[in-house]
């Protein structure tokens, strides 16, 4: 399996500043095929950035990914209270689907 | 629009079969496949296994040898079964869809709402 690791587990930001989640594929690469969630208490996984850098349909700009082979980022250009969130990696280049551990962020 | 809703019991004895039925409603489920997807309570998402409109499964290792999916296109609903369930299994179950092809080519772009199994007797 291609394990996901995310970093770091939790943060806390304040509003309006940038916001880095970085995640990392173990072994080989998974090209761009990884994507990026948000989960809010209680609810689904939302889908905000599928490979690596495309933007879902709906989800707010100031949202956006990079990266390709074993290294991704997730960016928050300018945190909106509404972003406190748990946001998850997902590798989808090969069987079994890995997700990231999640990435826990509050707004200060 | 496109709408996934789980449906199932909500409590299962140990040693028995989970048994969990997603509806996908208001779209053609051809061009797509569907997955489900766990997570214990607190925890992070797990991965249990794909179907495709025509029968065609993927499972996660670790759960192979416990979980089966299937596809009744007729009613557009897709079936998970996971048998010899501990507590262990303990968690909301999701379904989610993934495109076969195109730039969103297995992202899980709509999901469930989720339904929470609980594994006790």
């Known amino acids: 399996d291609i394990q996901v690791t995310q970093s770091p587990s939790s943060l806390s930001a304040s509003v309006g500043v940038r916001v880095t989640i970085t995640c990392r594929a173990s072994?080989?690469?998974?090209?761009?095929?990884l994507n990026w969630y948000q989960q809010k208490p209680g609810k689904a996984p939302k889908l905000l950035i599928y490979g690596a850098s495309s933007l879902q349909s709906g989800v707010p700009s100031r949202f956006s990914g990079s990266g390709s082979g074993t290294d991704f980022t997730l960016t928050i250009s300018s945190l909106q209270p509404e972003d406190s969130a748990t946001y998850y990696c997902q590798q989808s280049y090969n069987i079994p689907r890995t997700f990231g551990q999640g990435t826990k962020l509050e707004i200060k | 629009q496109v709408r996934l809703q789980e449906s199932g019991p909500g409590l299962v004895k140990p040693s028995e079969t989970l048994s969990l039925t997603c509806t996908v409603s208001?779209?053609?489920?051809?061009?797509?496949?569907y997955n489900w997807i766990r997570q214990p309570p607190g925890k992070g998402l797990e991965y249990i296994g794909s179907i495709y409109y025509n029968g065609i499964t993927n499972y996660n290792p670790s759960l192979e040898s416990r979980a089966t999916t299937s596809v009744d296109t007729s009613k557009n609903q897709f079936s998970l079964k996971l048998s010899s369930v501990t507590s262990a299994d303990t968690a909301v179950y999701y379904c989610a869809r993934a495109a076969i092809s195109g730039s969103k080519r297995d992202a899980f772009d709509i999901w469930g709402q989720g339904t929470m199994v609980t594994v006790s007797s």
């Open positions: 208001g779209g053609s489920i051809s061009d797509y496949y």
């Open positions: 072994e080989g690469i998974v090209s761009t095929y």
